[in-house]
């Protein structure tokens, strides 16, 4: 298919049935973020809202200092009302609502996020449950405005990404995924987005550009606010993309929306020490009874954006992982096991690059006990493009230099060159 071809079938699916002012964009117009998400269930979850007691001024004062949002002095609550519970009520479900907002309780999904160790492995659920646009996870009044469409979008992208090599970019899905109605469209979206990765650089810039000024139009023609719908193709919609890397089958990659199992910036391999890292770790077979057998914690830990972010690569490559984050006394955040061998894992996190790598004192302790089996998983770029670097026996590897805080650190110049992309086994 040629270019003009491309074109003229992508204009003609935008005068299809209004779709240019509809589409999936509607699901959500919040950027989601896990760790608020997590914060806000396990709050509801340990204050016993909507099962002991109505929610007061005092728990949104409490939940929005906990998730950083802002709140206003004559209604804390309005704006957690707005966004997150609006949110976390449909199309999410794990809110549920009877009537006002003061009778608001957690669900069975909304009580598993504040309780299970694996958040990702929750919301996978929650993602996969929601039809757009069907009730319970949409108003009545969406669901008939919206009444052609009966589509469960989370598995759709995953069956789209199936047939297209593991990843979907942010401009195909505005293009030919996200006003898709019903399961019998994906087929059409696969054969676009092929036909379109086909084309140069140039070309797809200006089929987007297309498109772009097709809706506009679009909007005039039809004497609506043109602004407000390019915003919501071309902004609001991506909220809803980002919202599918919740879930532990996908990981969100600058741009792109890639497979966990796929994702390559931090591999942690058991295998015959080939990887597709050049740089990588090799860890030995346990002699004997040396299995790392360390007891599972007391009850799960909800673990940070960065924690749950290593978990989810981890348990995608076979990994068994537990969580330890916050336990105090144990020195590291994560327990993953894969056939015969264990590690025991502290994960570090930066938005952007990490100039300094810092330990504590019972995080020392914890990598001299345990030498080879400890490693240190450093995340940088965690919000945009999070890149996973690996240090093998930091204690042993690093010159760590104790300060009178008693943290550790080493410069970056000196763990980087040190540090690997992959951890494999040695048979």
Known sequence: MNFNELVDLTKLRLSESSRPDRGWFLITRLHLDIEKLSKIATYFDMAGIGERRSIR?????????????????????????????????????????????????????????????????????????IVFCKEPWFTADRVAEYADYDIRPYPAILEIMESLDGHVHRDEYGLFIYNLRLKTEVPWAIDMIRNYRELGVTDQKALV????????????????????????????????????????????????????????????????????????????????NDDLSVPPPVRANSGSAAEQFV????????????????KR??????????????VLIEVKSSTGILSVLELTETEMTAAAE??????????????????????????????????????????????????????????
């Open 57 to 129: 001024n005092a728990d949104y004062r409490s939940i929005a200092r906990a998730i950083k949002v802002s709140m206003s002095s004559d209604d804390p609550g309005s704006n957690l009302r707005r966004h997150w519970f609006l949110a976390m009520t449909t199309p999410l479900r794990l809110l549920e609502k009877n009537g006002s907002w003061e009778s608001v309780r957690l669900t069975d999904y909304g009580s598993a996020l504040a309780k299970e160790a694996d958040k990702h492995a929750v919301l996978e659920l929650v993602l996969k449950d």
């Open 311 to 326: 978990a989810k690569i981890l348990s995608s490559q076979g990994w068994e992982v537990i969580f330890y984050t916050d």
């Open 329 to 342: 006394g144990y020195g590291f955040d994560l327990w993953a096991k894969k056939d015969d061998v264990a």
């Open 370 to 427: 345990y030498k080879e089996s400890y490693v240190i998983a450093i995340v940088e770029n965690l919000e945009s493009s999070p890149e996973i670097h690996y240090v093998h026996n930091p204690s042993q590897t690093l010159a760590l230099q104790e300060v009178l805080s008693k943290h550790f650190k080493s410069s970056r110049s000196e763990w980087e060159p040190l540090s690997a992309d992959a951890i494999v086994v040695q048979n």
């Open 209 to 288: 550009n297309i498109v772009e000024t097709a809706i506009s139009q679009y909007a005039i023609g039809h004497d609506l606010e043109s602004g407000k719908i390019l915003q919501n193709w071309r902004d609001m919609q991506l909220h809803t993309f980002t919202m599918f890397s919740l879930g532990s089958s996908c990981v969100l990659d600058g741009h792109n929306l890639i497979f966990s199992e796929r994702y390559v910036k931090g591999a942690l391999q058991r295998g015959s020490g080939s990887s597709n890292s050049e740089r990588v770790i090799v860890l030995r077979r346990p002699d004997g």
